[in-house]
């Protein structure tokens, strides 16, 4: 009896000191810095990959461990099922349980992605499609198809132009183009929305969407924010009369890819949509992306009774109320007169 007692203590000893080594280098392992193959390792975790799957990604990506050991470690802290889906990042010096420290924060790698003041819609598809952190769900859409997917239903967002904000926006790397679209879309009906509400009273712009498209016309016409709530009088007046707009913007903007830059004389003639020199009243749709500022001026306009307005040349404008002023501001700043 005595002899199996010693037995079963031995073995029992045995056993925790076997239990004790494996411990030992199990921990050493987890918390040892890992090689990597190079001086950092991006890696990505679909959406729905269990640890078992994110380990054999991460190796694969160039981080050198055994999976095996990742999954182990994740079931003895039982943080399986805690992994959140993302792109991340690992330096020098990451270890085992720092990766599984990362996947369960969530602690995944932002790209950006910035859209600008004036910026026409393929301008910013341009931008999108040629930007190398997201995924190009919608390249071959076509602008109808791209409105449809993102749950455009009034006629007013037939065409993408101006309906989205123009701002910086941050990303989870890989994340689809889609997405980011409809945050920029979501962000600008927001501010439409809420300037809107607060608008001036008795503005000849009736909806929403032609307060879009006039501020898309101020933000084209000038990037002087001192000068925007004057350029939305000029026009809001001009609307008020039934005079043309007569804005270089829109001609621009209604030749395309035919506008070679310098804008002539036969091109103001040309009769399109977008030519306010021979069409009355707001352009079709919007012409840009109008930043905030933009959208204020156009539903806060100064209290002016401009009519007409000409670029100094160092950024401002000139304002008129007759046309002989105006003719006596374009012979002084535009053809050098006195």
Same mark, same amino acid.
């Given at each position: ?24 280098? /199990?921990? =050493? ?5 890992? %090689? ?10 679909? @959406?729905?990959? &269990? ?9 694969? +990506?160039?981080? +050198?461990?055994? !999976? ?5 470690? &994740?079931?003895?802290?039982? +943080? ?6 993302? $792109?991340?990042?690992? &330096? ?11 996947? *369960? ?12 003041? &004036? ?12 930007? %190398? ?20 239903? $009034?006629?007013?967002?037939? $065409?993408?132009?101006?309906?989205? /904000? ?23 009906? #927001?501010?439409?929305? =809420? ?11 009736? *909806? !929403? ?19 925007? !709530? ?7 007046? =001009? ?36 030519? *306010?020199?021979? #069409?009355?009243?707001? @352009? %079709?749709? @919007?012409?840009?992306? %109008?930043?905030?500022?933009?959208? #204020? ?11 007409? /307005? ?18 006596? +501001?374009?012979?002084?700043?535009? =053809?050098?007169?006195?």
């Amino acid at each position: 009896m005595m002899r199996w007692l010693t037995r079963m203590l031995l073995a029992g000893l045995v056993g925790l000191l076997a239990a004790l080594v494996a411990g030992g280098w /199990f921990y =050493r392992e987890v918390s040892s810095p890992l %090689p990597l193959a190079g001086e950092r390792v991006e890696f990505h975790v679909a @959406p729905g990959s &269990g640890l078992r799957a994110a380990a054999r990604e991460i190796a694969g +990506a160039g981080i +050198a461990f055994e !999976p095996w050991m990742l999954v182990a470690l &994740g079931r003895l802290l039982r +943080a399986e099922g805690a992994i959140k889906a993302g $792109s991340y990042e690992a &330096g020098r010096g990451i270890t085992l349980l720092g990766l599984l420290e990362k996947l *369960t924060s969530g602690d995944v790698t932002q790209a950006e992605i910035a859209f600008i003041e &004036g910026w026409t819609f393929r301008q910013m598809r341009a931008r999108l499609d040629a930007h %190398p952190d997201l995924r190009h769900d919608s390249k071959d859409w076509s602008d109808a198809e791209l409105m449809r997917r993102l749950g455009a239903e $009034s006629a007013d967002e037939t $065409s993408p132009e101006g309906w989205f /904000f123009p701002d910086t926006y941050l990303f989870v790397k890989r994340s689809g183009d889609v997405e980011l679209l409809a945050r920029a879309r979501r962000a600008m009906r #927001r501010h439409l929305e =809420r300037e809107w509400e607060r608008r001036a009273r008795a503005l000849p712009t009736a *909806t !929403p969407y032609q307060a879009l498209i006039l501020a898309s016309i101020v933000e084209k016409e000038t990037g002087l924010d001192a000068d925007r !709530p004057l350029v939305a009088a000029v026009f809001h007046n =001009r609307l008020r009369l039934g005079m043309l707009l007569q804005s270089d913007p829109t001609v621009i903007y209604g030749l395309g890819e035919n506008f070679d830059g310098n804008l002539k004389k036969r091109d103001l003639a040309a009769d399109t949509p977008y030519n *306010t020199y021979v #069409r009355g009243g707001l @352009p %079709p749709t @919007p012409i840009a992306m %109008p930043g905030l500022a933009s959208l #204020r001026a156009a539903l806060h306009p100064a209290p002016s009774q401009a009519l007409y /307005f000409v670029a100094r040349g160092d950024g401002s404008s000139q304002f008129s109320t007759t046309l002989d002023e105006h003719n006596r +501001a374009v012979n002084r700043y535009q =053809r050098g007169g006195r």
